[in-house]
């Protein structure tokens, strides 16, 4: 087939290679737009070496530090820590049940580094459960790893923020409301395209 015949195709069939892509990327963009607003809140922290004295064994070695960073974000997506996060809010007059909390948090570790996350229907929120995750690491350390060694004044482990909860980030992104539209709308193109390419078979059959 020459460029005559694939523009005689695309003259009859227009309507066809037009109406799928462009319906399901306006499908797609009004799903994405349709949902409730939710928002991301991120603040990082550092791990190093906790402070002990002599008289306790509290106390993270320098080869441990890494372990510790590493294993912070399954500490933080626990339900333990998730119902100590709900009562801090508590504390604060803030209302987020435990599963709610354990929903919105997530953490990376990338070495020594930390990086804590909390999604919510509320921006508010999302950043008081960033901060109030932050906090209960530095005041509560190595009990979280069940250490018996750790007390109040001596965590076992230093958790230090490195950046503070920052601008809460809308999510989606209507960047990424866009492009899902667009790579949709894309599929659908193949589509018409296979469905014109069968219809011209049968014509020609």
Avoid: C
């Amino acid at each position: 087939m020459n460029l005559t015949d694939y523009l005689e195709i695309f003259r009859r069939r227009w309507p066809l290679l037009l109406a799928l892509p462009l319906l399901a990327g306006m499908i797609s963009l009004a799903a994405g737009l349709a949902q409730p607003k939710r928002y991301a809140v991120t603040g990082s922290t550092i791990v190093s070496r906790g402070v002990t004295d002599q008289a306790s064994t509290a106390g993270v070695t320098w080869a441990r530090e890494d372990t510790v960073a590493q294993d912070l974000p399954t500490i933080i997506s626990s339900a333990i820590f998730a119902r100590d996060v709900a009562d801090e809010l508590a504390a604060q007059g803030r209302s987020a049940d435990q599963a709610t909390v354990q929903r919105a948090l997530h953490a990376v570790s990338d070495g020594k580094i930390v990086r804590i996350t909390a999604t919510a229907d509320n921006p508010e929120l999302a950043a008081a459960i960033v901060q109030s995750a932050i906090q209960l690491l530095q005041r509560n350390g190595l009990r979280y790893w069940g250490d018996p060694t750790w007390t109040p004044t001596q965590p076992g482990v230093n958790i230090r923020p490195l950046d503070p909860p920052g601008t809460p980030v809308p999510v989606p992104t209507t960047r990424e409301i866009a492009l899902d539209a667009a790579l949709r709308a894309a599929v659908g193109l193949i589509v018409a395209l296979g469905l014109v390419a069968g219809l011209e078979a049968r014509g020609r059959g």
